[in-house]
């Protein structure tokens, strides 16, 4: 999302606390994690779903949710939902390369959820709800942008719309308040917000 700095919220220099332990598993969430690893960042509505969606993917070895694609540092929940901090809620998914492939998660996210609404996901209206992709380097940025024509065509197709979703390097991964973290294995009744277009990507 392009946000005028000038009209973004201040945010803080210090990271918001949290435990640092994953609820599900308990890992680490936060870094250094082995080296064998590696990241990307996925937004694609409400994190909360999309959160334990990736962490019940054999391959991944820890999610965590936060803030990402935007300008204010070490936003709130609340701030990211005044649309002026310029962050997606996005998960952050450290997975092994050798159980799961990026492929193999991209064909995840764009199933999951519409990738052709813009700035909401149903009736989630708002740009944290974008649909976006952080990659973390060259070949993972190349890979994406294959996923979203190989998406595209399959949608056109089936007679949808065009993709909007940002695909970009990822700058800064902010974390969400602990209480946000694996909120649906903390609330199994809470709200979940992913609705797939139905249609299939295909992957190679």
Not at 32 to 40: A, G, M, T
Not at 121 to 143: F, K
Not at 168 to 192: I, S, V
Request: proline share 7%; aromatic share 8%.
């Amino acid at each position: 999302m392009t946000l005028d700095p000038s009209r973004a919220l201040p945010g803080r220099d210090i990271p918001l606390a949290i435990s640092g332990v994953h609820a599900v598993n308990g890992r680490s969430m936060l870094p250094p994690f082995p080296d064998r690893l590696q990241e990307v960042v996925l937004g694609l509505g409400c994190f909360w779903g999309a959160e334990r969606l990736f962490w019940q993917l054999p391959g991944v070895y820890v999610t965590a949710v936060g803030y990402a694609g935007g300008v204010t540092p070490n936003p709130t929940y609340a701030e990211c939902c005044s649309g002026l901090t310029g962050h997606a809620e996005v998960v952050r998914v450290i997975f092994d390369p050798a159980e799961i492939s990026l492929e193999q998660l991209l064909q995840q996210f764009w199933e999951a959820h519409d990738p052709t609404q813009g700035n909401r996901q149903g009736n989630d209206i708002g740009p944290q709800y974008r649909s976006v992709i952080l990659t973390t380097d060259e070949s993972q940025q190349a890979l994406a942008l294959q996923t979203r024509d190989a998406y595209q065509q399959a949608i056109s197709r089936a007679g949808g719309g065009n993709i909007t979703t940002e695909i970009a390097p990822l700058t800064t991964f902010y974390y969400a308040e602990e209480d946000h973290q694996q909120y649906l294995h903390k609330r199994p009744d809470g709200y979940c917000g992913l609705r797939g277009t139905g249609v299939s990507c295909p992957i190679a």
